[in-house]
Nanobody, 126 residues
Framework: QVQLQESGPGLVKPWQTLSLTCTVSGASMSAGLYYWGWIRQPPGKDLEWMGVVSYSGSTYYSPSLKSRMSIFRDLPKNQFTLQLLSVAPEDTAVYYC??????????????????WGQGTQVIVSS
């Protein structure tokens, strides 16, 4: 059974780069079975799909975030990392990593994913 765990700083200053890592257990990213993605939820708002990386390394990003974000894989460590540049208070959110056997761009419904992490709170503030 796939399990995901997010990790990273809980507090980031404006204009800094946010890096969050998702550690995968119960499955090998190298096996090519899943797409690995990030979704976030700002306080009081709906879930927002951010992007996904495929088992081959192809990436798909939300149009509103693609100029500032990247998703990298570290296959030996069985991890994937979100980088978000030049963060602002509007980037304050709970960030979730998720895994899906299908590529569904923009999906935020949990039932469309095989696994979600517990989420990690990120606050952007000076």
């Amino acid at each position: 059974q796939v399990q995901l765990q997010e990790s990273g700083p809980g507090l980031v200053k404006p204009w800094q780069t946010l890096s969050l890592t998702c550690t995968v257990s119960g499955a090998s990213m190298s096996a090519g079975l899943y797409y690995w993605g990030w979704i976030r939820q700002p306080p009081g708002k709906d879930l927002e799909w951010m992007g996904v990386v495929s088992y081959s390394g192809s990436t798909y990003y939300s149009p509103s975030l693609k100029s500032r974000m990247s998703i990298f894989r570290d296959l030996p460590k069985n991890q994937f990392t979100l980088q978000l540049l030049s963060v602002a208070p509007e980037d304050t959110a709970v960030y979730y990593c998720a895994a899906s056997r299908r590529l569904i761009l923009g999906a935020t419904e949990k039932t469309l994913y095989d696994c979600w992490g517990q989420g990690t709170q990120v606050i952007v503030s000076s």
